[in-house]
């Protein structure tokens, strides 16, 4: 990871908190913002943190929602944006303590790559910009 792209620098997003999701977030959430901005800015990496490491990890789709006769079958799926990510080039990095914290037997997305403590941090002066999502 060397936050270069033959364009230019790219720009680093980090994403610490995963969202638990609402009915009213199934057209946008940070993911789907982290896409836009990898077109719009030239390059993304993203970095995922904290209780955000739950969107790397292979896992089958959120089941639909009930509430009390209605079914809602349209709850954001994290794992779906960060595919898409993927498939779009944008480099996606999950800290390893914060992954082994959580304690799951379930492994990473394939193409998620493994970060040691501070090692992304080591490297923000590679990057053009670094900011929080």
């Known amino acids: ?3 270069r792209t033959a364009g230019g620098q790219r720009v680093l997003a980090i994403v610490e908190r995963g969202y638990r999701g609402a009915l009213d977030k199934q057209f946008f959430d940070e993911l789907y913002l982290a896409t836009e901005l990898h077109r719009q800015l030239g390059g993304l990496d993203v970095l995922l943190r904290g209780t955000a490491v739950t969107y790397a990890l292979d896992a089958p ?16 799926d994290p794992r779906a944006g960060l595919r898409t990510l993927l498939d779009a080039d944008v480099g996606v990095w999950v800290e390893e303590p914060a992954l082994a914290a959580l304690g799951s037997p ?24 670094v900011f929080f999502l």
């Open 106 to 129: 379930r492994p990473p997305l394939a193409g998620v790559r493994l970060a040691r403590e501070d090692e992304v941090a080591a490297r923000w002066k590679d990057y053009r910009m």
């Open 1 to 3: 990871m060397d936050g």
């Open 61 to 76: 789709p959120p089941p639909p929602l009930r509430i009390g006769d209605r079914v809602v079958d349209t709850v954001t």
